[in-house]
């Protein structure tokens, strides 16, 4: 390993040290480089590239240990998708909240949603392995929706208020995969601009949110009351 030359004086600062590559990385390490990895195939080249062997030449693991990590080709674009999922999921749920604060518009939420299905390959993933017969691929990707779904209801002061959440979550989750699949062809069938479906999402968006401060408001007031 070749090193720079040492610094004279007033040359400025050393560098900072370089840290050694760990040759032995953890089980959990191993497989976020892995679903990492995974991911940049999905953006680059789509779902069909995403295997073992693609995974494991790009990483310098063995599909033998891929194989320990996944089980399967299956179970590697099963993980993935459970990967996309909790990161999705925790930045719009991050978005919602900033939004009811109102800091951030209803339409930034929608667009982050939208591109995590399409641009980030969420929608495409989903569709390919479900193509593909692996019936459970969804699995993942309905249970973070779930957990998010929980979490945002969680802090609704009245059982209306957490239906309201739950219905918008999964009209907003379901257009976005909708348009992730389907969005473009539909849009120039109708004569709409690509951009409609975000539109009406971002409308029913604000509406939700509008009538959740509405109930929120009315509930505190109950509750001073009391």
């Avoid at 599909?63 to 099963?78: D, E, I, P, T, W």
């Avoid at 208020?161 to 969005?183: F, H, K, P, W, Y």
Wanted: aromatic share 2%.
């Amino acid at each position: 390993m070749a090193f720079p030359p040492p610094l004279c004086h007033g040359q400025g600062t050393l560098p900072e040290p370089i840290p050694l590559k760990r040759s032995r990385l953890s089980p959990d390490e191993s497989r976020l480089i892995a679903l990492e990895a995974a991911r940049d195939l999905l953006l680059e080249a789509g779902p069909q590239a995403v295997t073992l062997k693609a995974v494991g030449n790009r990483i310098g693991r063995t599909h033998a240990n891929l194989l320990h990590h996944f089980g399967s080709a299956a179970g590697l674009q099963k993980a993935l998708a459970g990967y996309l999922a909790d990161a999705i999921t925790a930045t719009i749920g991050d978005a919602v909240n900033a939004a009811r604060r109102g800091e951030v518009e209803p339409r930034r939420i929608v667009d982050m949603t939208f591109d995590a299905f399409d641009a980030g390959g969420a929608g495409a993933l989903a569709s390919w392995m479900l193509a593909s017969g692996n019936e459970d691929a969804l699995d993942p990707v309905v249970d973070a929706i779930h957990r998010l779904v929980d979490k945002l209801a969680a802090t609704a002061l009245r059982p209306q208020l957490a239906e309201v959440i739950r219905d918008n979550t999964l009209m907003l989750v379901l257009l976005a995969l909708g348009d992730s699949q389907m969005g473009g062809p539909m849009a120039a069938a109708l004569g709409l601009n690509r951009e409609k479906t975000r539109e009406l999402a971002a409308r029913s968006l604000l509406s939700a949110l509008t009538e959740e401060a509405r109930l929120t408001a009315t509930a505190k007031v109950s509750q001073a009351k009391v």
